[in-house]
């Protein structure tokens, strides 16, 4: 197994399950509540081995995975949780090759993940019209994206109203606050059979979309269905087996069409 290098990511694990997302800099210091940690000690060794801070705290040291990453990861805009991003890339069935348009970047963590499902032969642009978002989404993307997959993406600082330079898309994501408004757009480079997805965070925005749906898009797309998700873990202490007492309950609705031929 390879050993942490110098400019690798990490994740460190306290004893109480807590994690801490730390770039590995040769001679610097993570400082947290329970001590230091000398990043030293942590590059030339495996996953899996373990540190003391100064005060005596056992971390657990890993690679991140791409889910631990985007929770960690720097925020402009509120990510799409783990928990919804499955779903959407089950639900629209992203396939390696896939090509795929994607408006409304934010902070990049739907993003990495749709770059990872389309593979080398795939194709992701995705349009983020805030260029302070769009900034914060290219240091993230950067940050954890491996050099084989970097030019699968063409990431731009563009608003949609303004237009989709390329075409003939298998899917197509919106995560805006109007989606409703772009329908027509979406239309015109989506394939006849290729699936468009909307990620919504409130009730009245799915009502507003589907009276558009109802009204103009009937003839063109076939609504697939309305989706929530609830996301509830359970904890075992002694004898006991029961639901934590928090839980990720509703952080958006996705909306599925297929466009017909």
Not at 15 to 33: A, E
Not at 63 to 83: D, F, N, S, V
Not at 229 to 243: A, F, T, V, Y
């Amino acid at each position: 197994m390879a050993v942490f290098k110098e400019g690798e990511l990490a994740i460190l694990i306290d004893q109480k399950g807590r994690k801490y997302l730390i770039s590995l800099k040769k001679d610097s210091v993570f400082s947290f509540h329970k001590g230091n940690v000398q990043i030293n000690e942590i590059i030339g060794k495996e996953e899996g081995s373990r540190v003391v801070s100064t005060k005596g705290e056992h971390l657990l040291v890993f690679r991140p995975t791409l889910e631990e990453y985007i929770l960690k990861m720097k925020r402009g805009a509120q990510i799409i949780y783990p928990k919804d991003i499955s779903r959407i890339l089950t639900a629209l069935d992203i396939f390696p090759g896939a090509k795929v348009f994607e408006a409304g970047t934010g902070s990049g963590a739907l993003t990495l993940y749709l770059i990872r499902a389309v593979g080398t032969y795939g194709k992701v642009v995705s349009y983020e019209k805030r260029e302070d978002f769009y900034n914060t989404a290219k240091e993230n993307i950067e940050r954890f994206l491996l050099p084989d997959l970097r030019n699968v993406l063409i990431l731009e600082n563009k608003d949609i109203s303004e237009g989709i330079e390329e075409g003939d898309f298998d899917r197509v994501i919106l995560d805006l606050t109007e989606p409703w408004l772009f329908l027509d757009k979406v239309l015109s480079v989506l394939k006849p059979g290729g699936i468009l997805g909307c990620y919504l965070t409130t009730v009245l925005q799915i009502y507003n979309l589907m009276e558009e749906f109802e009204k103009n898009y009937s003839q063109s797309l076939y609504k697939i269905g309305i989706f929530e998700l609830l996301e509830r873990n359970w904890e075992k202490q002694g004898l006991s087996l029961r639901p934590a007492l928090r839980m990720i309950a509703h952080t958006g609705f996705i909306v599925l069409f297929r466009k017909f031929s």
